[in-house]
């Protein structure tokens, strides 16, 4: 098992920046994909960007060029810088560890953020 502690979201003005963090309970190296999720009221959860045990990242279209996703090994946290803030980004952002093991594979959530962009 895992617990995930999410923080760094609030109010910013379109342009501005947040860093969003997610701390695990456990040696990140032993989750195999880490990744932040969003979801709006009404709306599916949607991929923003992950990375996995190996370091390899993967983003959503949408977020290209603007945010990126990184890890502090030391501290078993998981970051997502986020540039060029559109209101379009609004939405509740979720840390999600997923671990694959020989019982199959398990996903776990963090509680979520909310990310506001606004002037």
């Known amino acids: 098992q895992v617990q995930l502690v999410e923080s760094g979201g609030g109010l910013v003005q379109p342009g501005g920046s947040l860093r969003l963090s997610c701390a695990a309970s456990?040696?990140?190296?032993?989750?195999?994909?880490m990744g932040w999720y969003r979801q709006a009221p009404g709306k599916q959860r949607e991929l923003v960007a992950v990375?996995?045990?190996?370091?390899?990242?993967n983003y959503a279209d949408s977020v290209k060029g603007r945010f990126t996703i990184s890890r502090d090994i030391t501290k078993n946290t998981v970051f997502l810088q986020m540039n060029s803030l559109k209101p379009e980004d609004t939405d509740v952002y979720y840390c999600?560890?997923?671990?694959?093991?020989?019982?199959?594979?398990?996903?776990?959530w963090g509680q979520g953020t909310q990310v506001t962009v606004s002037s």
């Open positions: 999600k560890a997923k671990i694959i093991g020989g019982l199959g594979t398990h996903d776990y």
């Open positions: 456990r040696n990140i190296f032993s989750i195999d994909v």
């Open positions: 990375i996995t045990s190996r370091g390899s990242t």
